[in-house]
Structures are given as structure tokens and as C-alpha cells.
């Protein structure tokens, strides 16, 4: 661990300076192509107190590399599956590397050198996608270090923190009180408030329910509920379609469902995923919110050890904030007619059923409004998705919200995996959250309108 003398150093070269090339390029110049614009004017004193909180425990990066593994055979395929010290960022975890797909997977320096040199003796083919993890995170912060020791405005094109998020919420709630109400639905293991927005103007309404922020390290997850429900709130009165939808729709939005997690991920390790549960039995911290929903809970695409990025944790809905959002679903059955979850990374609208093959009595229904989707955002900034459903278009999974939401009722559910498909992964730079809002409210838009149809047509 570096000390802190020397992690403020590292961080503070890293804002001055243009990254080195990546190994591998792309034709937008790849994870380090990021340029610093704004350094001149940033206050060096509020620069040095901000990366100080930073270095004083988190978990330093520095060396790590997110290598991409394309293997060809079943025998290649095993041999990753055995690879030391893995991190597995897509797919999630182990057994669900295959020949079918690329694996990114992120490595700790000291395990780096021999990882390439296996691959290499195996002959599988791989690319480093992120030369130095550590300074992708400093990267992914830059429109942030920019504003540091100015006054705090609610700026919707860097991340923002736990307590700045629940401040916005209270702030645009108020400012919108005609629209907005102000919600509490349950208590964070750690005794944070879970909040929503109910937004609308007709009580009797259908709904559709969007939530962000399942996993902890999504940042761009909670980014795209914020600027959406700016977008939202602006547009009605002005925006001809927005202001049919709300007129005609009642919206429920959940910034943060796993506060404690994301909390984590700022303040001790960036790439927390899970909750921060400990139960008695259990060697690691964390339950992963995405494997406790009541949906085939326990089974395939789901770990029962602790330490396991997929736990899906001692008991269905053990986690006070999965408890608190099915809870919640369960009491507005009938009035949501759609059910989108925000999670990245990987460009996918993710249809239900996650946890087997068979297809959904409603796949028809699903993939209409999937592929119109897709439509919409590849319409805004020609940004490629696909769809499908998740058995097949990504990995297994049980105990996911959105097969929860589907079998209980919900008529059009999904997991929305956004930008992007591996460059950056988890650490998209806040130059593309407005982009990723702007596309992402066009499909929005769009399943907006299968709500009103779904509700419409219902029998």
C-alpha cells in the first residue's frame, strides 16, 4: 500500500498529466486517450484535501490491469476459469466463461506478469484493455477534481456521492413539489433512509418503476436516474411527449437502492459490488442484491460463499434493501405495468428469464418492445445494443430483480446494461454520462409507451 505522501503524489501527476498510450489501441485512442482541459484553473489546496480523503484508506489500484481473454476452446476456457487472483468483470464470475463471449477480467499487478506469460504458453488470445486501473479511477474523477473548493452545484455530468445524491433528491423534490413526492421506503443495513421519487399527476395512473444503483460499483447507473428525472421534470409542460407520458403515467424512481455498497465504493474500495451485510457464519462482508430477490433464489448464477461477488446471501430478501424494494413492488401490483433496472456494463437490454432457457409465456411481447428500444438509442448517437433474454443474451442468474418483477405480475421488465462493452467497463468517464443520458432517455421514452400500451390493452 502506498503511503500517503506518495499516493498524493501519484493522484496529483496523474491530473497534470496525459496518460500513457494503452497497449492496445482503438480508433478513439482507448482508456488513456483522456486529455486534461481544465487543470490550470483547479485550486491546488482543494485539490490536495480531496485526494488526502482519498489516500487516507482506500484501496489503491495502482498496476492492476483489466486484460480481455478470447478464448477459442473449451480446454482455454478452463484454464481461465483457473487463473489466480481473478477479478471477473463480464461475465460476473467464473463458470460462465465460454468460447461464445470475451472475458474481461482484471488482475492485481503482482499477478500480471504471470497471467500474460500463461496465456501466452497456452496460446490464448488477449488484449490489456485498461493499462493501470488506479489511473482509470483518477480519470473517471476529472470533471469532479474540476469543481473542487467551488461552490456545490448539482452537476449532472460528474458522479456524485451518497450524501449529494440525497440532498438532490430532497432539493429537486422540493423545487418540483407539483410532481414530486419524497418517499422513504426502508432502512440500508447501515441505517441509511432508502428513498424514491414518486412523480406525477394523476394518482390513478399505471406506473412504470426504474431503480439504479443494485450494484455498487455501477456509478453510472445512479448518474443516468439523476439526469433522467432532471430531463423528465424539465420537459414536461415544454417537451410535447414528455408531457403526454407524465400526464399519462405515474413514474417511480429509486436512485440508490444499495447505499451502503455505493457509500463503500467512494469512500474504501472503488470496485465494491455488493452490500455490506455480515452475517454470523459468513468469512466476507456483502451480499449481492442482484442474486436475493425471490427468483429461483439459490440456484444457477448464484454463490452461496460470502466472499463471492455473487453471494446470494444466507436467506431470500435477507437484505433489508432488496426487502424493502420487493416489499414495495409487491404493494403496487397492478399499477406497474413496466419495471426497468439500470446496471452496466455492457450495452444489453436483458429480457426475463435469467435463470433458464425456457422462453417467457410473453417473449413476443418483451422482445417488441426491446427491440424498440435498441431503436432509439442506436437512433441518438448510433450506439449498438443488443437484447435478449439473459439466459442467453448474457449469463444465468437467480435471484435477480427483474425475473422478481416478471414473476410476480409486472407484464414488461428488464436489465438495462449501459455503456460500454469493455474499454472502460466499470470506470466510464464523466464525458459520457451526458451522452449515455441522452440515448438512454430515448429508450426510456420508449418504454414509457409500452407501459401505456401494456396498460391500455390489459385484460
Known amino acids: 500500500m502506498l503511503g500517503m505522501k506518495e499516493c498524493i503524489a501519484n493522484r496529483y501527476e496523474a491530473l497534470k498529466s496525459p496518460a500513457k498510450d494503452n497497449v492496445c489501441h482503438d480508433r478513439n485512442g482507448g482508456i488513456q486517450g483522456i ?10 489546496v482543494s485539490i490536495i484535501v480531496l485526494l488526502s480523503s482519498q489516500c487516507l484508506s482506500k484501496k489503491d489500484f495502482s498496476g492492476d490491469q483489466v486484460i480481455t481473454i478470447y478464448p477459442t476452446t473449451e480446454k482455454q476456457v478452463a484454464f481461465i476459469r483457473g487463473l489466480p487472483e481473478a477479478d471477473y468483470w463480464n461475465p460476473k464470475y467464473a463458470d460462465e466463461i465460454s468460447t461464445e463471449q470475451k472475458a474481461d477480467v482484471r488482475f492485481p499487478r503482482q499477478a500480471i506478469d504471470q497471467v500474460e506469460k500463461s496465456l501466452d504458453a497456452e496460446e490464448i488470445s488477449y488484449k490489456v484493455m485498461i493499462e493501470d486501473v488506479q489511473l482509470a479511477m483518477n480519470n473517471q474523477l476529472k470533471g469532479r477534481m474540476a469543481r473542487a473548493g467551488r461552490e456545490l452545484v448539482h452537476d449532472y455530468n460528474v458522479y456524485h456521492t451518497v450524501e449529494e445524491i440525497e440532498q438532490w ?14 418517499e422513504q421506503i426502508g432502512v440500508s443495513t447501515e441505517g441509511r433512509n432508502m428513498h424514491m421519487m414518486k412523480i406525477s399527476t394523476n394518482r390513478n395512473n399505471p406506473a412504470i418503476l426504474i431503480d439504479c444503483t443494485f450494484h455498487a460499483r455501477e456509478w453510472i447507473s445512479p448518474a443516468f436516474c439523476q439526469c433522467f428525472t432532471r430531463n ?10 414528455f408531457t ?4 399519462s403515467l405515474t413514474y417511480y424512481i429509486i436512485p440508490l437502492i444499495n447505499p451502503d455498497g455505493y457509500k463503500y465504493s467512494w469512500d474504501e474500495n472503488r470496485l465494491w459490488r455488493k452490500t455490506r451485510s455480515k452475517y454470523e457464519g459468513d468469512a466476507c462482508f456483502g451480499t449481492d442484491p442482484n442474486r436475493n430477490c425471490d427468483a429461483n433464489y439459490g440456484g444457477e448464477g448464484s454463490s452461496n460463499v460470502s466472499c463471492a461477488n455473487t453471494y446470494r446471501g444466507p436467506f431470500v430478501e435477507s437484505e433489508p434493501e432488496v426487502k424493502a424494494f420487493a416489499d414495495f413492488t409487491r404493494s403496487h401490483l397492478g399499477e406497474i405495468m413496466t419495471y426497468v433496472s439500470i446496471h452496466s456494463y455492457s450495452q444489453l437490454v436483458v429480457l426475463p428469464r435469467s435463470y433458464t432457457s425456457v422462453p417467457t409465456p410473453t417473449i413476443d411481447v418483451l422482445m417488441k418492445y426491446a427491440k424498440q428500444a435498441v431503436d432509439e438509442i442506436y437512433r441518438v448517437h448510433g450506439t449498438v445494443y443488443t437484447y435478449g433474454q439473459g439466459s442467453s443474451s448474457l449469463y444465468f442468474v437467480s435471484g435477480g430483480s427483474k425475473d422478481f418483477a416478471y414473476d410476480i405480475g409486472i407484464p414488461w421488465t428488464c436489465t438495462l446494461e449501459l455503456r460500454d462493452t469493455g474499454e472502460y467497463g466499470f470506470l ?16 426510456l421514452r420508449t418504454l414509457s409507451d409500452a407501459a401505456l400500451e401494456l396498460w391500455l390493452n390489459k385484460s
Open 232 to 241: 423528465l421534470l424539465e420537459g414536461y409542460g415544454t417537451d410535447p411527449l
Open 169 to 182: 433528491m430532497a432539493d429537486i423534490s422540493a423545487e418540483y413539489s407539483d410532481l414530486v413526492t419524497y
Open 428 to 443: 466510464l468517464p464523466e464525458d459520457q454520462i451526458e451522452p449515455v443520458c441522452v440515448e438512454t432517455t430515448a429508450a
Open 244 to 247: 403526454k407520458q407524465l400526464d
Open 35 to 44: 486529455q486534461v482541459t481544465m487543470f490550470a484553473r483547479l485550486k491546488t
